[in-house]
């Protein structure tokens, strides 16, 4: 294929919209995202830059360090080559001085770094003889790949945490000991990869998103995206942009830490945030949606906030990652009022800080996971003994004697709440972001299926604080600190406590905290109705 029939093809369908993932764990980045994505950049830098426009730029450079089909550096080609026409009108001198010179990709595996190398030089190889590219004298042209190795310390790799167990592989197997992330000195490992010493104006990607950590039956995954994201920012480009799910903020499983450097970090100038991951990833369901970020090393201030559902723009807001008083990020703009309003209510300091008192939290009322230290595979008796404990396990009710128990926050005896300490797997909305829960009464206990809310005086007290779980508003206050499917005791830190001596609706709750009618509308798009039976 020649030069100009590369540059200036426009298939459809785009023949990276048809491939199929490797896996949850590894996406490949639809065109259209992409260049979305670029659409973003090229904007921030334009902000930046007295209003220049990167792509009529011979002189930046762009690094993917998580090349997977190569659609990034694609595209970037593409636009290169039409802001370049003038400053460099030969075709083929175009071309091979972008390839040469301003893009550069490290591949994640063998196969995709082939995928890349394809999608971008149209060949296998740099200097084969079906490359658009002229000037390289290697196969790997300026995208990278090698095999790399994980460095174990007591079963687990010092760089990316992958357990032994799972990755100490046969070498025809993939490491998935990504090169990116497996050095202490990523700027000599670039200089030996691509000859020289090399900075990035630009470094961009869709980085792997998890690894089996070897927990549990070999289901159990650990974030790792975050040490991309780290890495780059080593290396000081100019602007760094990422496509990574969105449940970083909240925090989760080994993401407390980036968390809260990216929320106290103000040179991250834009989020992108898609809910449902389906929006971005079609056939794929992220747990917490996705999202993507531009950092500009030399800029700093608040963000813009932009919510996007089904192709459309929700919401945009420009505003602090880190409200005064929160420790996690608040996703929905809308969210903001409506959190202040609670806030002046229930705090006599009035709305300057989001985070409500230890005295004011309904999380106060709620037990950690395990709350009777019983595991969800625990089996108990089938038929009750006088004197037994009924323990409510996932699927149905057994019985155990009191004295093989342990119950730590003396729950067993009193009125109480259970809880699903799961919620519904989907992202799309209305959500019901909660199970439904129902009455404990004294003598009885739950596995970690449950959590336990009380203790309460009685049934009434419980059926009250049943009718205030069910509401629309206080499963929206959940869903603000709820990253994915696990309902941790953390996830009700901004749900104000209540008096539970009587009944509580929304049209009550709406009535003490002055929401405006778009609050209740905002609420009501994003939370189902909860059918409740309570005898």
């Not at 531009?294 to 813009?304: K, M, S, T, Y």
Request: hydrophobic share 35%; proline share 5%; aromatic share 10%.
């Amino acid at each position: 294929m020649s030069q100009a029939a590369y540059l200036t093809r426009n298939h459809n369908p785009d023949v990276l919209t048809c491939i199929a993932n490797l896996s949850n764990d590894e996406v490949f980045t639809p065109p259209d995202l992409t260049n979305q994505i670029l659409d973003t950049l090229q904007s921030a830098w334009s902000i930046s830059n007295s209003g220049e426009n990167i792509w009529t730029n011979k002189n930046v450079t762009f690094l993917d360090p998580c090349t997977k089909s190569g659609v990034f550096l694609r595209e970037i080609v593409k636009r290169l080559n039409v802001g370049l026409s003038r400053a460099i009108p030969d075709l083929t001198e175009r071309v091979n001085h972008i390839m040469a010179n301003q893009i550069y990709g490290v591949g994640i595996t063998e196969l995709t770094s082939i995928m890349a190398r394809r999608s971008v030089y149209c060949s296998k190889y740099a200097n084969g003889i079906h490359s658009v590219a002229r000037n390289f004298q290697n196969i790997d042209g300026n995208i990278w790949y090698e095999s790399t190795d994980h460095f174990w310390v007591n079963s687990k790799c010092k760089f990316c945490g992958a357990s032994k167990q799972e990755y100490d592989r046969n070498q025809d197997l993939e490491s998935h000991a990504y090169a990116f992330i497996h050095s202490d000195d990523f700027k000599l490992k670039l200089s030996k990869m691509f000859g020289g010493k090399m900075h990035f104006d630009v470094i961009i990607g869709n980085p792997p998103f998890q690894l089996n950590d070897g927990g549990g039956s070999g289901t159990s995954a650990a974030p790792i995206y975050q040490h991309f994201v780290n890495q780059a920012k080593k290396l000081e480009p100019r602007f760094l942009t990422m496509v990574i799910p969105s449940r970083w903020f909240s925090g989760g499983k080994g993401l407390d830490e980036f968390r809260g450097e990216m929320l106290n970090d103000d040179r991250i100038r834009e989020i992108v945030d898609f809910p449902e991951s389906s929006d971005v990833f079609p056939g794929v369901q992220i747990k917490g949606g996705i999202c993507y970020f531009v950092w500009d090393r030399d800029n700093r201030g608040d963000a813009r906030i932009s919510t996007i559902k089904n192709k459309a723009l929700l919401s945009n807001a420009t505003r602090p990652l880190l409200e005064p008083g929160a420790d996690v990020f608040i996703r929905y703009n809308e969210a903001i009022s409506i959190l202040r309003k609670v806030a002046q209510v229930e705090n006599s300091k009035g709305a300057k800080s989001l985070i409500l008192s230890d005295e004011n939290r309904f999380s106060q009322l709620v037990s950690p996971r395990r709350p009777f230290n019983l595991d969800s595979i625990f089996k108990g008796r089938e038929i009750k003994r006088k004197d037994d404990i009924e323990i409510y396990r996932v699927g149905g009710l057994d019985f155990e004697t009191r004295n093989k128990l342990e119950d730590p926050l003396n729950l067993i005896d009193k009125w109480k709440v259970f809880i699903p300490f799961l919620a519904s797997g989907s992202d799309s909305f209305p959500h019901p972001i909660l199970g439904v829960p129902f009455i404990g009464k004294p003598g009885t206990a739950c596995t970690e299926t449950y959590l336990a809310i009380g203790p309460f005086k009685n049934s009434e007290e419980c059926k009250n604080v049943i009718s205030y779980i069910s509401t629309k508003f206080f499963r929206f206050i959940v869903l603000l600190k709820k990253p994915s499917q696990n309902a941790t005791r953390k996830v009700y830190d901004f749900v104000p406590k209540q008096d539970f001596s009587s009944k509580w609706s929304d049209e009550k709750l709406n009535k003490k905290y002055k929401l405006e009618p778009e609050d209740i509308e905002f609420i009501d798009k994003m939370i189902r109705p909860m059918d409740l039976k309570i005898d």
